[in-house]
């Protein structure tokens, strides 16, 4: 007997011998069975399974990266550190007495780096010392 036919034969029953009892009962498994239906029109309990396993690996991956993420800094922390990568050309000083530049000036933090006459300056980096902030010297 298949499940639809169960349920039509508990309505005939219902109607043959309509005791409160019986109506309370035949309702409750109906009510099941049809759940039941709704469930299996949506797979068997393998896929839905196997859907379910697929998203919470994906929510825990996800989880995980977010965890990986915040481990190393906050989004603010990311988002100064991405602006810092970003090169920025030096500020040149130039001395009004001589007209030339005497000193470079870190664009972020101000740090002054003093080298002489050289462009770019010998011994500097392609970040500011300071404040790692990345600077183009081309
Ligand atoms: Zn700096």
């Known amino acids: 007997m298949t499940e639809n036919e169960a349920l039509k034969r508990m309505k005939m029953c219902i109607g043959i ?6 109506v309370n009962s035949f309702k409750m498994i109906s009510d099941a069975l049809e759940e039941l239906q709704q469930y299996r029109e949506l797979g068997t309990i393998e896929e839905i399974l196997k859907v379910f396993n697929n998203q919470r ?4 991956a996800q989880h995980e990266t977010l965890e ?11 988002k100064a550190l991405k602006e810092k990568s970003t090169p ?4 040149p000083n ?9 000193c470079w000036t870190c664009p972020s933090c ?3 780096y003093w080298n002489g006459y050289y462009f770019p300056p010998l011994t500097f980096d392609k970040v500011c010392t300071n404040c790692l902030q ?3 010297w081309d």
């Open 17 to 22: 011998s309509p005791s409160e009892n019986i």
């Open 110 to 112: 101000k740090k002054k």
């Open 88 to 91: 920025m050309k030096p500020i």
């Open 134 to 136: 990345a600077i183009d």
């Open 94 to 102: 130039i001395s009004p007495e001589e007209g030339k530049v005497v």
């Open 68 to 78: 990986q993420y915040r481990k190393i800094g906050t989004i603010e922390e990311f």
């Open 57 to 60: 690996t994906i929510i825990a």
